[in-house]
T-cell receptor
Framework: DAKTTQPPSMDCAEGRAANLPCNHS???????VYWYRQIHSQGPQYIIH???NNETNEMASLIITEDRKSSTLILPHATLRDTAVYYC????????????FGQGTRLTINP | GAVVSQHPSWVICKSGTSVKIECRSL??????MFWYRQFPKQSLMLMAT?????????EQGVEKDKFLINHASLTLSTLTVTSAHPEDSSFYIC????????????FGNGTRLTVT
């Protein structure tokens, strides 16, 4: 599975949109982009995933560039409870089903 | 949505004893489950892939005789840490995929193991 690169940490003000970037320049055509987050001492929580079209759900929006080499997770109105480590992972639909985690981005929402 | 339950949420054991951790998919069947380990301030590290009815597949560097995995049914996988030592103290997390091919993995809430 392709490797991803994320900034190690980010800060965002409460109520603002949090935009978390992810670089996956070696992504291949059959690989999806998944986003998870992990709040301290809990298991990772699924947020959203996409292939090439932008996606939106009740938690977040996922914007994938046209060349699919990068993506951005958007939390439209960040709250203090969104403070967590956010992981961007690419995974093939076929074959290996496992998720390999990188270091993620530690997002801190400030009051 | 898909729910994965892990038990116990924390356990303290003495060095040399064995500890069993259970992972259940509550509202779906999971032919494959995954076990991860996470040390403080580090990311999750995949330990093994648990396959229902067959042997688990271990990642490089993970001792299969120390971390016994059993996936006897479509809703239950267990991880047994045998002859635990203080260096095995960690946060163990399981995950399972929904039945559709493109379903995301869902994770349990983890088990914090402390070996004294």
């Amino acid at each position: 599975d392709a490797k991803t690169t994320q900034p190690p940490s980010m800060d965002c003000a409460e109520g603002r949109a949090a935009n978390l970037p992810c670089n996956h320049s070696t992504i291949s055509g059959n690989e999806y982009v998944y986003w998870y987050r992990q709040i301290h001492s809990q298991g990772p929580q699924y947020i959203i995933h996409g292939l090439k079209n932008n996606e939106t759900n009740e938690m977040a929006s996922l914007i994938i560039t046209e060349d699919r080499k990068s993506s951005t997770l958007i939390l439209p109105h960040a709250t203090l409870r969104d403070t967590a480590v956010y992981y961007c992972i690419v995974r093939s639909k076929e074959g290996a089903q496992k998720l390999v985690f990188g270091q993620g981005t530690r997002l801190t929402i400030n009051p | 949505g898909a729910v994965v339950s892990q038990h116990p949420s924390w356990v303290i054991c003495k060095s040399g004893t064995s500890v069993k951790i259970e992972c259940r998919s509550l509202d779906f069947q999971a032919t494959t489950m995954f076990w991860y380990r996470q040390f403080p301030k580090q990311s999750l590290m995949l330990m093994a892939t648990s396959n229902e009815g067959s042997k688990a597949t271990y990642e490089q560097g993970v001792e299969k005789d120390k971390f016994l995995i059993n996936h006897a049914s479509l809703t239950l996988s267990t991880l047994t840490v045998t002859s635990a030592h203080p260096e095995d103290s960690s946060f163990y997390i399981c995950s399972a995929r929904g039945q559709q091919m493109n379903s995301p993995l869902h994770f349990g809430n983890g088990t914090r193991l402390t070996v004294t």
